[in-house]
């Protein structure tokens, strides 16, 4: 093809781009102002709906004929409904900080650029921020797939009035970051001791000289690197998202260097309010029993009877008894489900104690 034809053939697409993009643009102002109408309608102020949002990107996913891939879509749907929804009311989002960390990854995911974040410095003051109404919505880790479940959570879930209101799932993708370009000079590398441990094999592969510094979070050793460098020029790096490079402004000198690429981490979202049912959901509850052989086999058979498929029992040592055992258990659908709400009411005749946690849309691509 000749020089001529190949930018005559360039500029045929770009016009028909750009023709595409004015439809975009016209469409995108009249969703949103649908949007505004419909948060107009909303008379309890709650405007957030997760189980609509989980709806709208499920039925565009099933309705994707590509060649853009599924989380390619999600992605630029929930930018739209995150835009659309704050000409509704700006949410504020509560999570752990600092900046950079994959719990700020899981905010973004779950609500979009359109929100004001509110960077805390820890789990409890996460839930404290939303308890007191400070934050409408908090963001908080509570397992990871290599490390099991995050204790600190599941306690506070027990104590706090607040409710799971929807789940969001990270891959864990570490990269190395610094200050240099030449991985060979790497002398110290900090992070979080659970990230060293993700990465434990590359590191021993790669820089099995360097000095493995743990620190209180990823993101926390990126931003530590970035002002060390510039203090005295020590051959540092950071094990750190990618998020975390751009807020610090390092170099990525290696990319997805977990030993497990499967690493996940799941977030809960945390409100006041309680969430419609939106077809394929999830509900938590916590629960205790008499410290009795098989007692807790006994204690979930109702869910077996009325058909409900438990997805995960969790437990942890009661507060103030010894060898006393409380019971975190994930079932699938909603309570507001025929079975579901059979099956709970069963289990809380035969628990010493229940409670519901919320019942949530299935975390979506
Ligand atoms: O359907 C609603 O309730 C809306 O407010 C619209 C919309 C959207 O943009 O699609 C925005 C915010 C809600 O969380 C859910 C959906």
Request: charged residues 20%.
């Amino acid at each position: 093809m000749s020089k001529e034809q190949l930018s005559s053939l360039l500029k045929q697409h770009r016009d028909q781009i750009d023709a595409i993009d004015e439809q975009i643009l016209k469409l995108a102002n009249e969703r949103a102002s649908h949007a505004r109408h419909i948060g107009e309608l909303k008379d309890d102020g709650v405007i957030y709906r997760p189980e609509r949002e989980a709806q709208v990107l499920r039925r565009l996913m099933d309705l994707n004929a590509g060649p853009l891939p599924a989380e390619a879509v999600t992605n630029i749907f929930r930018s739209i409904m995150s835009n659309c929804r704050a000409l509704e009311k700006e949410l504020t989002v509560a999570f752990l900080g600092p900046l950079g960390t994959y719990s700020e990854e899981a905010a973004l995911k779950q609500f979009g650029e359109g929100k004001h974040a509110v960077v805390c410095g820890s789990i409890d003051e996460v839930f404290r921020t939303v308890e007191s109404g400070q934050a409408d919505y908090g963001v908080v880790p509570v397992e990871n797939s290599n490390e099991g479940a995050v204790g600190l959570t599941l306690d506070l879930l027990l104590s706090s009035p607040l409710r799971i209101c929807g789940e969001v799932t990270i891959p864990i993708h570490h990269c190395l970051l610094s200050k240099q370009t030449d991985i060979q000079q790497i002398s110290h590398v900090f992070s979080h001791s659970q990230s060293l441990a993700q990465c434990h094999e590359w590191l021993n592969k790669m820089l099995p000289k360097a000095e493995r510094e743990p620190v209180t979070s990823n993101a926390r050793a990126a931003q530590m690197i970035h002002d060390l460098i510039a203090a005295d020029g020590t051959f540092a790096a950071a094990i750190a998202s990618k998020r975390a490079a751009e807020l610090f402004n390092l170099n990525i000198l290696a990319e997805n260097i977990e030993d497990d690429p499967k690493n996940t981490t799941r977030f809960l979202v945390l409100s006041a309010h309680d969430v419609a049912p939106s077809g394929q959901d999830k509900t938590s509850f916590v629960t205790a029993t008499k410290n009795q052989p098989g007692a807790i086999l006994g204690l979930l058979e109702p869910l077996a009877k009325h058909n409900v498929s438990m997805t995960k029992l969790e437990s942890r040592p009661a507060k103030g008894g010894m060898w006393e055992y409380v019971f975190y258990v994930d079932i699938e659908g909603h309570v507001q489900d025929a079975n579901v709400a059979s099956a709970i009411q069963e289990v809380t005749s035969k628990a010493s104690y229940l409670k519901l946690l919320g019942s949530y849309p299935l975390a979506v691509v």
